[in-house]
């Protein structure tokens, strides 16, 4: 590891510990679910290092076990993760000046809570750079997929409340919320999101609810943005 990698991953460090700590509450019941299905702990840590997605790794287990088809079930996954491209226009602006591997592998391996972590850090981080950002997302997908790995080991041998460890993802979702409402764009991108997904939900429209509400509350945050930079 050359010198500019290690001083990026000192930068990153302190910035990841609270999700790569939170990703070790969800992941191991992540991998209980996976060991389920026939995950075995090295199948468990490449699918996390390689698909990376905590709700589609979830989904897969509960969808399988479901008796779902394999066909519908990654056709869900993949609609619920295009997401991740929402994540990428966020930080384009920011990453403009990166050399364009750095920028491939930071997309790569994005999530929503690193996508969270990474936008608050160019806004307020002097000097944030891709690869300081990229050194952040690999801290915590490292951690992901030792924890599914630990818990495809450890699931058969103790019995754990899954579904009540799974709410530890929604909660690194609010944290990373509570501390972005601040701005009336975010507060506005927030409100329309969560409006979305619960018009959605009433309309039998679980399968999409995710992505509309994403997008929905994408734009609302722009227009909310570009209505006070007018005004100002």
């Known amino acids: 590891m050359g010198p500019h990698a290690l001083s990026a991953l000192r930068r990153a460090l302190p910035h990841a510990?609270?999700?790569?700590?939170?990703?070790?509450a969800i992941g191991i019941p992540c991998g209980v679910l996976e060991a389920q299905i026939g995950f075995g702990a090295p199948l468990a840590f490449l699918c996390s290092v390689t698909f990376y997605s905590?709700?589609?790794?979830f989904m897969l287990p509960q969808m399988l076990l479901a008796g779902m088809p394999m066909a519908s079930t990654l056709a869900s996954i993949?609609?619920?993760?295009?997401?991740?491209?929402?994540?990428?226009?966020g930080v384009a602006p920011y990453v403009a000046e990166g050399a364009a591997p750095t920028n491939f592998l930071f997309a790569a391996t994005m999530?929503?809570?690193s996508f969270g972590v990474n936008l608050d850090c160019f806004a307020h981080e002097a000097g944030w750079s891709a690869r300081d950002a990229l050194a952040l997302n690999v801290c915590c997908m490292l951690s992901w997929a030792t924890a599914n790995a630990v818990g495809v080991v450890v699931g058969g041998l103790v019995s754990m409340p899954v579904t009540i460890m799974s709410f530890s993802m929604t909660s690194i979702f609010i944290c990373l919320m509570v501390g972005q409402l601040k701005a009336r764009p975010s507060r506005v991108a927030a409100l329309v999101s969560v409006g979305a997904v619960f018009a959605c939900k009433l309309l039998g429209l679980a399968g999409v609810a995710v992505l509309v509400?994403?997008?929905?509350?994408?734009?609302?945050?722009?227009?909310?943005?570009?209505?006070?930079?007018?005004?100002?």
Do not use: H, I, K, N
């Open 111 to 113: 999530t929503d809570e």
């Open 78 to 89: 993949v609609l619920v993760s295009t997401r991740q491209m929402l994540y990428s226009a």
């Open 17 to 24: 510990m609270p999700v790569m700590f939170a990703y070790l």
């Open 213 to 232: 509400g994403s997008v929905c509350g994408v734009l609302a945050g722009l227009l909310a943005q570009a209505r006070g930079e007018v005004r100002a």
């Open 54 to 57: 905590g709700a589609g790794q």
